[in-house]
């Protein structure tokens, strides 16, 4: 059983910082994919994959963040956190960590064809931006 907890979101002016965490209770010890997806308010928006990160520490991210948002794990592979920097109106949304036993190739496509059955995912926590 997968249990994810986000915290860190809150309101953040335009050009500013936040930091994102992700409490997993979870089987790490095996082939994984750890990652953020983000969804904005409004009817059927689709869900955005942001960033993900294997159990054996590759990385991707979204065209839409390279360079501004950073995904990075304790040691023990148990916390996920996103720091987001040079935030943009267009980053307000939910954000939510995801775990897939499974290659992160996988997740992606998956996230992509608007499946659900790419991971398991948080409550999410909300990043309201200020301009």
């Known amino acids: 059983q997968v249990q994810l907890e986000e915290s860190g979101g809150g309101s953040v002016q335009a050009g500013g910082s936040l930091r994102l965490t992700c409490a997993a209770a979870?089987?790490?010890?095996?082939?994984?994919?750890m990652g953020w997806f983000r969804q904005a308010a409004g009817f059927r928006k689709a869900r955005e994959g942001i960033a993900t990160i294997d159990n054996d520490g590759r990385i991707i991210y979204a065209d839409s963040v390279k360079g501004r948002f950073t995904v990075s794990q304790d040691n023990d592979k148990k916390t996920l956190y996103l720091q987001m920097d040079s935030v943009q109106p267009d980053d307000e949304a939910t954000y939510y960590c995801s775990l897939a036993h499974d290659q992160c190739n996988s997740w992606w496509f998956l996230l992509r064809e608007r499946r659900d059955d790419f991971g398991s995912w948080g409550q999410g926590t909300k990043v309201t931006v200020s301009s």
């Open positions: 979870a089987d790490t010890d095996t082939r994984y994919c």
